[in-house]
């Protein structure tokens, strides 16, 4: 009887014993799972902040903010900070909060400049730079590798201060990647309870740092789609008004018919033509072009034309219009901006031309009647671009020139995107060549001028499909 019951209790200790193992092990996977659940929804909540953080904050800088308060609330870190990758491979603070201890030694002097110690470490940590391989912040960047540093008072790699409350205890610095690519580095140091971070601590860290990757990639993309939708509402509109600002329509003229072209380098070009009457008996008309291409050179061209129209009704004098112009304009345009512009009238009575140049293209003249008979050639004017100098200098330049413009005499006017179109062989058309056509085809009717320049043109051109300017032409015929 006696071995039974020493044998049956022996099978009860081992039974317990292997209850007791079985409900540890389940006990040890409760906590596990618990842990995971916890650091899921720890991970959860970030990624929510950083939703918020993104939506909620255009600026950068801000963003950044947002990132650093939420890594604290998910880490039970006392400070964090955030060094952003700059263009030039180094690594600066853009955001901080907390006592976050700065990694290189501070100035003793700096402190008494400032409100409040956290006044003083905020601006120290934003200035702060850090070449690639450079203290800890460094060194994680170059390496791509997180760090965790449980026992921070024993690292020479950390950085330690006099004062207690920026003693490092311990610390985790990770990168903040988004495929492959570095955006930042996060840093987050001694944990609010005063322990040591633990290795779930680094696993959490990390898996915090992809998700700012991750948050700070969309925001970058979100960004940039935003921008190219507003670049694409302002080009969309400057277009449109840029189109009704060109005429389709000209003046109606017995003896005097306009043909045009205009062709813009980009969807919003920089050339401007107009033509009005002044009164029955006269008629004017301009070309013009702005420097530089899209939004601004559209949004300048329809301010020199509204100039135009308006100064044009107060003198007949094409050089004084265009003083008045320069004078309205020059002290609003950028000093890299310009206009070069032709602006002519027709007195159709006497039948005389009067023209100003101030810095365009020389307007080329087919005349059938001078003595020796039939000639072509540019109509010479003094003249600088409007906004290049002050009325001073441009008003002494200016003149007018006037020649007669009788039956089957021809106008040509051109912007340089004309005559400096190229081959493939880099040569330019040139005014040579629009020259000897407007003496073949002057002839003809303002269309068909037009028509045979634009295929002149892209003849000449064919292969070479970049164009680089605005190109407009308005042929000027005396029926």
């Not at 005429?247 to 005097?256: L, R, T, V």
């Not at 179109?421 to 407007?438: D, F, I, P, V």
Request: with cysteine.
């Amino acid at each position: 009887m006696l071995p039974f019951t020493l044998g049956l209790l022996l099978g009860l200790c081992i039974l317990w014993l292997l209850y007791e193992g079985k409900r540890r092990q389940i006990k040890i996977l409760d906590q596990d799972k618990q842990l995971l659940r916890q650091e899921k929804q720890i991970v959860v909540d970030f990624m929510h902040n950083m939703v918020e953080a993104v939506a909620e904050s255009n600026d950068r800088a801000a963003m950044f903010q947002r990132i650093v308060h939420a890594a604290i609330l998910s880490t039970g870190a006392m400070s964090a900070c955030i060094f952003e990758k700059r263009p030039n491979e180094t690594l600066k603070g853009i955001a901080v909060e907390g006592l976050f201890p700065p990694q290189k030694k501070l100035p003793h002097t700096a402190a008494s400049r400032l409100i409040t110690r956290t006044q003083f470490l905020e601006s120290i940590l934003k200035s702060e730079t850090y070449k690639m391989g450079e203290g800890l912040i460094g060194q994680v960047a170059k390496s791509r590798r997180a760090l965790l540093i449980t026992d921070a008072q024993s690292d020479p790699r950390v950085i330690q201060h006099e004062d207690p409350a920026l003693q490092v205890r311990s610390i985790i610095v990770a990168p903040v990647l988004f495929q492959g690519t570095l955006i930042a580095v996060l840093a987050v140091a001694n944990p609010s309870d005063g322990l040591a971070f633990t290795e779930t601590d680094f696993s959490l860290v990390e898996s915090l740092a992809e998700q700012v990757g991750l948050a700070v990639y969309n925001s970058d993309a979100m960004q940039l789609q935003i921008d190219k939708n507003k670049l694409d509402l302002d080009i969309e509109l400057a277009s449109n008004i840029q189109g009704l600002l060109l005429p389709k329509q000209f003046p109606p003229c017995d003896h005097i018919a306009f043909a045009t072209h205009y062709t813009p380098a980009q969807k919003v070009g920089g050339d401007l033509y107009d033509v009005f009457a002044l009164d029955e008996n006269t008629i004017a008309f301009a070309i013009a072009d702005v420097s530089g291409k899209g939004v601004s050179a559209s949004i300048l061209m329809a301010i020199c034309q509204t100039h135009l129209r308006h100064f044009a009704q107060q003198h007949r004098s094409p050089s004084k219009v265009l003083s008045m112009i320069n004078s309205a304009m020059e002290r609003t345009m950028q000093r890299d901006m310009f206009i070069t512009m032709v602006y002519a009238v027709i007195d159709l009575k006497t039948e005389q031309l009067t023209l100003a140049r101030a810095g365009h293209e020389l307007p080329l003249f087919y005349d059938q009647h001078t003595k020796g008979g039939l000639d072509v050639g540019p109509i010479q004017s003094s003249g600088m671009a409007v906004g290049m100098v002050p009325p001073s200098i441009f008003d002494q330049i200016i003149e007018d020139t006037s020649i007669h413009f009788g039956t089957n005499d021809a106008l040509l006017l051109y912007t340089d995107g004309v005559t400096e179109c190229t081959n493939l062989q880099g040569e330019e058309y040139g005014s040579a060549r629009l020259s000897e056509l407007l003496r073949a085809y002057g002839d003809k009717d303002a269309q068909c001028i037009i028509e045979h320049t634009l295929e002149s043109v892209q003849r000449f051109s064919q292969g070479n499909e970049h164009q680089l300017d605005d190109l407009t032409l308005i042929a000027v015929k005396h029926a």
